[in-house]
């Protein structure tokens, strides 16, 4: 709370009307503990419990849910997927830096022609020899154009599989958002995969079909 009203407050309004997100709130936010609260200790992270992570949300969501946004894309939707479906490499790879701040992440879901339809997903992925080629777009992503990751859901010939895409990939491109009516102090983005080529070691391998990001929505309504 004390960091919510004498760090976050200050900032807002001109956040909102600017439509202005301060990258080293992530730091911030890091160097408290606060991104990937429920996740062990083993990884960089506090190992708290659901309650602690909801009250957390709740102190910074009463500054505004742009900044609860930020915390929570970050905590749930993409530190949360590599520690749930990752591979070992995979989670102490990402989640130390992630956990500080220093790797901002986003998570590619919703897509263009319908938010609440992903097992209508475009987005697609297919096999080149040891690599993956995706295409596709999605749509309304938090933390889009801060991103250094992007945790990608795309449709394969095996059922819906989840990528961790660099987002310096080529190919990869993300295109602010602007004029939104709410969310102003957080970026929301548009992101394009045109022939976005990943090694076989970017694919979270122990989750497929409509499960992993299930899964990943229902750990996120903690925060």
């Not at 998570?107 to 040891?130: C, I, Q, V, Y």
């Not at 095996?158 to 295109?175: K, L, S």
């Amino acid at each position: 709370r004390d960091y919510c009203q004498e760090k976050l407050a200050p900032r807002v309004i001109a956040s909102y009307l600017e439509e202005r997100t301060d990258r080293e709130i992530f730091t911030e936010m890091g160097a408290l503990g606060l991104l990937g609260i429920t996740i062990p200790e083993k990884y960089g992270c506090a190992g708290a419990n659901y309650v602690s992570y909801g009250l957390v949300a709740r102190e910074v969501e009463r500054v505004d849910s742009g900044y609860r946004s930020m915390n929570s894309v970050q905590s749930s939707l993409v530190m949360h997927p590599i520690y749930a479906y990752g591979s070992e490499e995979q989670r102490r790879q990402w989640l130390p830096d992630m956990a500080q701040g220093k790797v901002i992440g986003c998570f590619g879901l919703t897509e263009p022609h319908g938010g609440s339809d992903p097992a209508n997903m475009k987005t697609n992925a297919r096999r080149d020899g040891g690599d993956w080629v995706i295409n596709g777009a999605k749509m309304w992503i938090t933390n889009g154009n801060l991103a250094r990751i992007a945790i990608v859901w795309a449709q394969t010939e095996d059922g819906i599989q989840g990528f961790i895409v660099p987002t310096d990939t080529p190919g990869f491109t993300a295109q602010e958002i602007h004029r939104k009516m709410s969310l102003r102090a957080s970026v929301t983005s548009a992101l394009f995969f045109d022939n976005v080529r990943v090694p076989d070691a970017a694919r979270l391998p122990n989750v497929k079909g409509l499960k992993g990001q299930m899964g990943c929505i229902t750990q996120a309504r903690y925060g």
